[in-house]
């Protein structure tokens, strides 16, 4: 839109065009509906009926365009993806858990046999994608470390130098200094002050789970951006790189015996705050994206991402201090109240 709103008229047409056609089919099927806009084929299948694979297709003029613009190879591995978990994944786990006396972790109530496709997706196959989300980041990782060391080897030219400007205001970033000053910042709030990460009063447990924010958060800002920069913001693996890290950090503490319910409440704010970041870095992709396309400069750019991002974190952490000081004066409701009251143990 952007690039043919800059051109001539009989570029931008297509655009238009698209829009058009776009609303006429969708009018067609979800307006009128005298086009079925959902069609839904039933594979033969011996297993638990309620797990029976289903080839299904939706009527997407959107996610045609979408499609278009990543181009048949990142299309077709993402339908190879629902094909594998729909053909494949779903099928057998219910074929294997169909004499299954117990239910199989991570269930602990319902038993395979009488799960639905969708419970068993949830269940185990989400967890399989989990582990495909974090194979790919450490692939990423490798295929950037060019890049990475590229860019160290620009960062340590702009310690020695002292300025470090780009010979384009277009390629001009934060300096390597300043990234690492924040850094250093957040980690440090994050191990020495105390009520940041939970109830915790160990500096050494804070401290194991700052450096676990900083691995997991620059194996996965990596892996955001990327899929954000080819895919779009809609297929951020958001979910997937959480739980990624929730299995790894909760492998840790249970290797060093942090197992209470404070090393619990530990593991899950590492997954807080890498979720966040990774969700950020997608974002900061698609503005950065955009911002090129402007001619706008990139570390004006970063302030700005970094002021927004301080600004809002800091209101909507004034907002919910002021209802849990203000729940007797009726801010809230007995429910917020309720909420508000609940305390560690001393």
Not at 101 to 118: G, K, N, Y
Not at 213 to 224: G, L, N, Y
Not at 256 to 268: E, I, Q, S, V, Y
Request: hydrophobic residues 50%; contains cysteine.
């Amino acid at each position: 839109m952007l690039v043919a709103s800059q051109a001539s008229t009989k570029q931008a047409s297509p655009v238009f065009l698209g829009l058009g056609v776009g609303v006429f089919v969708k009018i067609l099927t979800d307006g009128l509906k005298v086009v079925a806009g959902k069609f839904k084929l039933a594979l033969p299948f011996s297993g638990n009926v309620a797990a029976r694979p289903e080839l299904a297709a939706n009527v997407s003029p959107a996610l045609i365009g979408v499609g278009y613009i990543l181009g048949i190879r990142i299309a077709s591995v993402m339908v190879a993806g629902g094909l594998l978990s729909a053909l494949i994944l779903i099928p057998g786990i219910a074929l294997w858990g169909a004499d299954k006396t117990a239910p199989v972790f991570p269930e602990t109530e319902a038993l395979i046999r009488d799960m639905s496709s969708s419970a068993i997706w949830n269940r185990y196959v989400r967890y399989i994608g989990a582990g495909a989300v974090a194979m790919a980041g450490i692939i990423t990782l490798i295929k950037s470390i060019p890049t990475m060391i590229e860019s160290f080897r620009i960062g340590l030219g702009q310690l020695r130098k002292g300025s470090g400007e780009a010979e384009s205001r277009f390629d001009l970033d934060l300096s390597i200094k300043t990234v690492g000053l924040f850094l250093l910042a957040i980690l440090g709030v994050l191990t020495f002050v105390p009520g940041i990460l939970g109830f915790i009063d160990s500096v050494a447990v804070r401290g194991v789970a700052a450096i676990a924010i900083a691995i997991f958060a620059f194996f996965f800002v990596t892996v955001s951006s990327r899929i954000v920069g080819l895919v779009g913001v809609t297929s951020n693996p958001t979910s997937g790189m959480t739980i990624a890290t929730l299995l790894g950090t909760s492998t840790l503490f249970l290797l060093m015996g942090w197992t209470d319910d404070f090393g619990k409440a530990t593991a899950l704010m590492v997954g807080t705050v890498v979720c966040i970041a990774a969700s950020i870095a997608g974002d900061t992709s698609q503005d950065l994206k955009t911002g090129y396309l402007l001619g706008a400069t990139p570390r004006l750019q970063q302030i700005g991402e970094l002021v927004g991002v301080i600004t809002s974190a800091g209101v909507v952490a004034l907002v919910v201090m002021l209802l849990h000081e203000n729940v007797e004066g009726g801010l809230g409701g007995a429910e917020l109240s309720r909420i508000s009251r609940i305390r560690a143990p001393s």
